[in-house]
């Protein structure tokens, strides 16, 4: 097999064209913990969680309007076209931003009500509204939404065959997922509420464990399909995360740090059943870098399908 950057010479890459790079990678990994963390707030209804994801789906926003060539044109326009009735809903990115508009409204009634603004007369309908099982289920399933489209964003670019698979929402998933049970390790660990802290600390630690070998499993299956995928394009996009440019982010950054250690630890923390509070943060702080990371090579691994070779 040639080395990539021999390959590399004649093509170009997303980077050079697109310039999808760390501000989408950031988009993306908000969008995710975001819409991951609201399925496990079902679960874990904390203040510290609730406030977390609208802080995350707020951040999504600007980073994927910072995106665009004249974000400050992005409010007129969409009310233009919405009340013209000529939103293209057609576009990936035109119902991203309705989805993602729609996951702010749900989580900001959630955070209110942590906030307290329940106890104020003429509010008491936003704590019903917030503590019904039927609302939070809805805001798990629109949290599922943004984060399987921030997948299907990038998969259905044209052009970039690494990223036409759909492993690639699937990977999504499952790496917003283990960002979500990080987030839950993280605020169990200062949670005030002990008995339920630790609760949640151990479910944690063992959906974590496997969640985390999921998602090395996706990896490698994502990266093994691109090696030998038909297209010219995907082979070299994967040469980049296996071993060439990217490789020290993939090998250290992503699966080293991001998912092998979390895992060990959780691997420890089940079979030993201490729970080392050091190794637990540490191990849900790398993967949530691993997840960041993890869409930063994949974005940066695309590469546009050479026309002369």
């Known amino acids: 097999m040639m080395p990539s950057g021999e390959l590399l010479s004649g093509v170009l890459t997303q980077t050079q064209v697109a310039g999808w790079e760390w501000l989408i990678a950031v988009f993306l990994w908000l969008a995710g913990i975001s819409g991951m963390g609201s399925v496990a707030y079902y ?35 969409i009310i233009t076209a919405m009340l013209s009735g000529t939103y293209n809903w057609s576009s990936w990115m035109a ?25 104020i007369r003429g509010f008491s309908w936003i704590s019903r509204l917030a503590s019904s ?8 399933f ?47 660990i200062f949670d005030s509420s002990r008995e339920h802290a630790e609760e949640m600390k151990k479910i944690g630690v ?13 990896l490698l299956s994502f990266i093994y399909v691109s090696l030998t995928f038909i297209s010219l394009g995907a082979r070299l996009g994967a040469e980049m995360i296996l071993y060439g440019e990217l490789a020290p982010i993939t090998w250290i950054g992503v699966i080293g740090l991001g998912i092998i250690y979390p895992a060990l630890v959780g691997a420890y923390t089940v ?17 949530l870098i691993g997840a960041l990371l993890l869409r930063y ?7 546009y399908e050479p026309l002369y070779i």
């Not at 999504?60 to 910072?66: G, T």
């Not at 099982?133 to 798990?140: C, D, K, S, Y």
């Open 142 to 188: 629109s949290g599922f939404m943004v984060t399987i489209y921030s997948g299907f964003l990038i998969s259905q670019a044209s052009g970039i065959s690494l990223w036409n698979t759909a492993l690639i929402p699937a990977l999504w998933i499952v790496s917003a997922s283990v960002c979500s049970v990080a987030l839950v390790e993280i605020f169990s």
């Open 43 to 77: 679960w874990y209804r904390r203040a510290s969680l609730a406030y977390t994801l609208l802080i995350s789906i707020v951040l999504a926003l600007v980073f994927v309007v910072a995106d665009l060539t004249r974000p400050w044109n992005v409010f007129n326009a």
């Open 95 to 119: 119902l991203g931003i309705v989805l993602l508009v729609v996951q702010l409204i749900l989580l900001l009634a959630i955070s209110l009500h942590h906030a307290g603004l329940g106890r």
């Open 206 to 218: 063992r959906i974590g464990l496997s969640i985390d070998l999921f998602e090395l499993f996706l």
């Open 297 to 303: 090579v994949i974005l940066a691994g695309g590469v």
């Open 271 to 287: 079979i030993s059943k201490r729970y080392v509070k050091a190794l637990i943060l540490s191990a849900a702080l790398l993967a």
């Open 133 to 140: 099982n039927i609302f939070l289920a809805l805001v798990g």
